[in-house]
């Protein structure tokens, strides 16, 4: 069986964590605008952990968003 590398998967160097981060949360919410994702990270309503939303305040200032 082949492992296969998602656009979101860790092992993607291609990607910053943030930009992983965003096009995960695009996908799993039926792929509203990326900017709409952006917002509701801006608003922490996405995560509830300090970490999180470390990361969530470093997705929601991309301004090169990944296609």
Known sequence: ???SI???HHHN???SDAEKE?????????H?????VQFLMRMGV???????RTLHTATSKLSNIPK
Do not use: E, I, P, Y
Not at 32 to 36: A, G, L
């Open 13 to 15: 160097m291609n990607l």
């Open 6 to 8: 998602t656009a979101v």
């Open 1 to 3: 069986m082949h492992d």
């Open 32 to 36: 509203v605008n990326m900017q709409t």
């Open 46 to 52: 996405l995560t509830s952990s300090k970490c999180g």
């Open 22 to 30: 965003l096009l995960c949360w695009h996908t799993r919410l039926g």
